[in-house]
């Protein structure tokens, strides 16, 4: 399987981190830089009498580091698809596993191999929820000495903070980076293609730690031990023709995690989203210039907001609250920002006569 690019707010491009195919790598060995002790002086310090500096908050945190490797990775584990391989995260004892819905793709069995097994688990689905990106399959035989993930609560996340990635990059498994919290609070979305259904995360993490295709659905973790978000995007650069942006990575956070795994789980599906959703079926539709010039309404739900106000199929929508939408993934990510109950004002092309109208729109929620 090809990458996958998604569409970053801002100037930059960003690649799904599913691994496709047999791919070939080069020996990039991941390996962290930790802090190094200070060294002494060469300047006759040790014959005055003088000591080195302590090496000591070098060591601990270098302790750190490894005990949370230990803690952590036996929950991180890589699934094997038709199409390639992604990770995912031990959710309980059950045997639920989450992971990227792009990492699932279409596929419905799956074998999962767990850190220091010596053969793949089979795997079923139990549901993927394509507009947050997630999905959990389930092992058909859970071993006893399954070890879920502790998740984190992300709302208290704060930009500095320690994160570790952990997961299967290029097919290396069980590889372990680290960085730091970069941003919080991000809009990244994607483009409808094979393997990927234009998810928008409204409130992505933002990391340095190194992401590369593979460690989708893995764990991004705080020094604590705990998963705090799902690794799923890499920014790519357009200036460099999809090059690499290095140090730009983006993670689904773990309280978005937590209630679509806990609803999937319980239910099979996801009743409470907390995403906004007008209630209609688009496509990007282009102007005489042949530019895009909005999205144009293929179907309305019915009992949705967008029935509700009036909107009809064939009808095109221009603007949200006087924000242009040019596109599909602008339309997704004006309503990223938006809750259910928001009331907004949609610009629309009427359908047959052209004429342009406004309506106000009280946003639904998006359900599985």
Do not use: W
Not at 284 to 306: C, I, L, N, P
Not at 320 to 346: F, H, N, W, Y
Request: aromatic share 2%; net charge neutral; proline share 6%.
């Amino acid at each position: 399987m090809g990458r996958k690019t998604r569409r970053v707010t801002g100037a930059l491009t960003a690649a799904v981190l599913m691994l496709g195919g047999s791919s070939a790598c080069s020996d990039g060995n991941g390996s962290k830089k930790g802090p190094s002790p200070s060294s002494g002086s060469a300047n006759g310090n040790a014959a005055s009498g003088s000591t080195a500096p302590s090496s000591a908050p070098a060591n601990d945190l270098q302790a750190k580091y490894q005990q949370v490797v230990r803690n952590v990775l036996p929950s991180v584990v890589q699934i094997t698809t038709p199409n390639g391989l992604g990770s995912g995260v031990v959710y309980d004892d059950k045997g639920n596993i989450v992971t990227n819905a792009h990492v699932v793709g279409q596929a419905t069995t799956f074998e999962v191999t767990l850190p220091n097994a010596s053969k793949p688990v089979p795997a079923k689905l139990v549901a993927t929820f394509d507009p947050d990106d997630l999905a959990v399959i389930r092992l058909d035989n859970p071993p006893p000495d399954l070890k879920p993930a502790r998740f984190a609560d992300s709302s208290k996340l704060q930009v500095g903070q320690i994160t570790m990635a952990m997961g299967n990059p290029l097919g290396l498994d069980s590889s372990v980076t680290e960085g730091i919290v970069s941003a919080i609070g991000r809009t990244v979305s994607e483009p409808e293609n094979s393997g990927s259904s234009g998810a928008t995360i409204s409130s992505a993490i933002q990391t340095s730690a190194a992401i590369n295709p593979g460690n989708s659905g893995g764990a991004l973790v705080d020094l604590d031990s705990q998963v705090i978000g799902i690794p799923t995007l890499a920014a790519t650069d357009p200036e460099t023709q999809g090059g690499a942006a290095a140090g730009i990575g983006f993670a689904i956070p773990a309280n978005t995690v937590k209630s679509i795994a806990d609803q999937i789980i319980k239910n099979g599906k996801v009743d409470n989203s907390g995403k906004a959703a007008l209630g209609v079926t688009v496509r990007t539709v282009a102007g005489s210039s042949g530019r895009t010039a909005g999205v144009g309404v293929v179907s309305v739900q019915d009992g949705g907001a967008a029935k509700a106000a009036g909107i009809q199929r064939g009808d095109v929508i221009t603007s949200i609250d006087d924000q242009p939408i040019t596109d599909v993934a602008a339309l997704s990510e004006v309503l990223g920002g938006k809750q259910p109950g928001d009331r907004v004002k949609v610009s629309l092309v009427r359908a047959g006569d052209g004429g342009k109208a406004t309506v106000d729109v009280t946003l639904g929620e998006l359900k599985s």
